[in-house]
């Protein structure tokens, strides 16, 4: 038998135990794991960025972890670009089967779906349109939106003078709707055959994981992994990691210990939530709860989901 030329995704909130399962997933259907994290990318944020440890880089090959110098941009664009290329060379090598790992939606989104060629902001327009909803309000602009792009229209509030400004945009400057650029926009989905599985608990032991995570973190070195980066000149994408905000404040004595942790494990409870947010957006998620279920039973359902084919 031999596999359909598969792509799995193990997705959901930080914290909820992906790359664990994932090792383990890819450990019995002989797997590689690509990094979909803003974050674990850089080189010399392995505390900060939560990547995955010695022991699982050796027992599965990793992609996308600590290659990149934290002076570099990172963003979706590159992220995909970077990934697309590996997916193909594994799959066409017939190597093994890629597994995606992380919580990065928009990664996520821009891998399968494709990322919208947006056109560059037309400044001129889009301050006259602000002018004009200033004094006039957006119910014409939606109106006028609803003429040329009923789809968009449709998903975008009459009040939400942002996007439709930024609609009308991009129909100024290209002379295509966004629902027409859309509609071209490839991404691995009409490639391969994806699976998407979501990992979740129930929030409270989420957040308790969390604050657990935190704790370790300070107990591995965070403070000095910062105050290594402090010395570095770091990309705005790097500067944005979770834990370096929070840890230059107590480095710069604007408050103590006990502040910077609190601090630390409130915003990474409010990142969870709005990765769990965006992910349960996703109907193509098949979604698992990882405290009723031993991981052992949720590889053993994933591997069930896992399509093959015969050997013709």
């Known amino acids: 038998m031999r596999r359909i030329n598969t792509v799995i ?10 790359t664990r399962l994932a090792v383990k997933l ?12 803003s974050m674990q990318i850089y ?3 392995r505390i900060l960025s939560q990547a995955p440890t010695a022991k699982d880089k050796k027992s599965i090959r990793h992609h996308l972890v600590a290659v990149l110098g934290v002076g570099k941009e990172y ?7 970077r990934a697309v290329r590996i997916i193909n060379s594994m799959i066409g090598r017939k190597a093994a089967v890629p597994i995606i790992v992380g919580g990065s939606g928009l990664y996520v989104k821009s891998l399968i779906d494709g990322l919208f060629p947006s056109p560059p902001a037309d400044l001129k327009f889009r301050n006259r349109m602000r002018r004009f909803i200033i004094n006039y309000g957006s119910e014409k602009p939606h109106k006028e939106l609803s003429n040329i792009d009923p789809e968009a229209a449709k998903k975008i509030h009459p009040n939400d003078s942002r996007r439709i400004i930024r609609a009308l945009e991009i129909y100024h400057a290209t002379g295509h709707t966004p629902t027409e650029i859309k509609l071209k926009t490839k991404g691995i989905k009409d490639l391969y055959d994806i699976r ?4 979740m608990k129930p929030r409270e032991l989420l957040y308790s994981d969390i604050n657990t995570r935190v704790d370790r973190m300070f107990e591995d070195g965070a403070l000095d992994e910062v105050k290594r980066l402090q010395r570095k000149r770091l990309s705005k994408t790097a500067k944005a ?4 905000k929070e840890i230059k404040g107590l480095l710069n004595k604007k408050y103590g210990f006990d502040t910077a942790k609190d601090l630390l494990k409130k915003n990474t409870r409010r990142f969870a939530k709005r990765q769990i947010a965006w992910f349960k957006q996703d109907s193509r998620i098949a979604w698992f709860d990882v405290s009723k279920m031993i991981d052992e039973k949720i590889i053993s359902r994933m591997i069930k989901n896992y399509q093959w084919k015969e050997r013709r």
């Open 9 to 18: 995704f193990i997705v959901g909130p930080t914290a909820v135990g992906k």
């Open 43 to 45: 080189k010399g944020l």
């Open 196 to 199: 998407i599985f979501g990992l």
């Open 241 to 244: 990691i979770l834990g370096f």
């Open 26 to 37: 890819a450990a019995k259907i002989g797997g590689e794991i690509i990094s979909c994290d």
């Open 75 to 81: 963003n979706a664009a590159s992220f995909r670009r």
